[in-house]
């Protein structure tokens, strides 16, 4: 039966926007749960919006050039989300940290998909620190954006195997597939069933 009231997603995008794109064919589904309000980015001219674009999604940018300070972004990016009254609002890919402002009003509902297993590998470069380390095991985490880089409640992890002959790209492709099924079961089944947040601890339903 298709969810009474479905969560409003505004997905935040940087790149190729493969994740908001699962998200896009998963709210196709009336019985998701979910839909995409608004996509936005912090640049033009890339694929995200271009999924944004054919899907008929509303999209904006907010460049944070365009700004004289950091904080005047981080405002603009808030109002602009705001307009589109989101229940979560996802990272995907989204390259920017996201500033007080935003935090003080979306915060405990802003999502985030990074390419490792928090506690590590934070930052920018988690499959490239991931392949350097050494380690076997590497995966995807998806959490509760809070004010530090990666740091925040962990709401779902999936672990990916390294293998020998992997380079940065054949390992974040494969990161990619286990990141975008787990971005799209959790966020299901956070917006069917709702979520709490108690010291650190995320438990669905
Ligand atoms: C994803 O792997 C995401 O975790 C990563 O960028 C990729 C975006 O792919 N984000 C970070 O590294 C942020 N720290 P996509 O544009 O195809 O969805």
């Known amino acids: ?6 969560s409003r997603l505004v997905v935040l995008v940087s790149g190729s926007g493969t994740n908001l794109q699962a998200l896009l064919d998963a709210c196709a589904d009336p019985a998701y749960g979910a839909e995409v309000v608004a996509v936005g980015a912090d640049r033009d001219g890339i694929e995200g919006l271009a999924r944004a674009e054919r899907a008929g999604i509303p999209h ?14 981080d405002h603009a990016l808030a109002e602009t989300v705001a307009e589109h009254r989101p229940d979560l ?8 940290l996201l500033g007080p402002d935003f935090l003080a009003r979306f915060g405990g509902r802003v999502l985030n998909t990074h390419p490792a297993l928090s506690p590590s590998f ?12 050494g380690v076997k095991v590497t995966g995807c985490t998806l959490f509760v ?3 530090g880089v990666d740091t925040g409640p962990i709401v779902a992890q999936a672990a990916v195997e390294v293998l020998d002959d ?11 597939v286990s990141e975008r099924q787990l971005l799209v079961d959790t966020i299901g089944r956070m917006a069917r069933e709702g979520f709490t947040i108690d010291n650190r601890k995320v438990r669905i339903g």
């Not at 609002?89 to 920017?96: E, Q, R, W």
């Not at 934070?122 to 380390?133: D, I, K, N, T």
């Not at 992997?166 to 990619?176: A, F, G, M, N, Q």
């Open 1 to 6: 039966m298709p969810h009474p009231s479905p």
């Open 60 to 73: 904006f940018v907010h460049r944070v050039k365009d700004f004289d300070q950091r904080s005047e972004w």
């Open 89 to 96: 609002v996802i990272s995907a890919g989204f390259m920017k």
């Open 122 to 133: 934070p930052g920018m470069h988690g499959p490239a620190e991931a392949l350097a380390h």
């Open 145 to 147: 954006v809070d004010e």
């Open 166 to 176: 992997d380079d940065v790209e054949t390992l974040h492709e494969r990161i990619k």
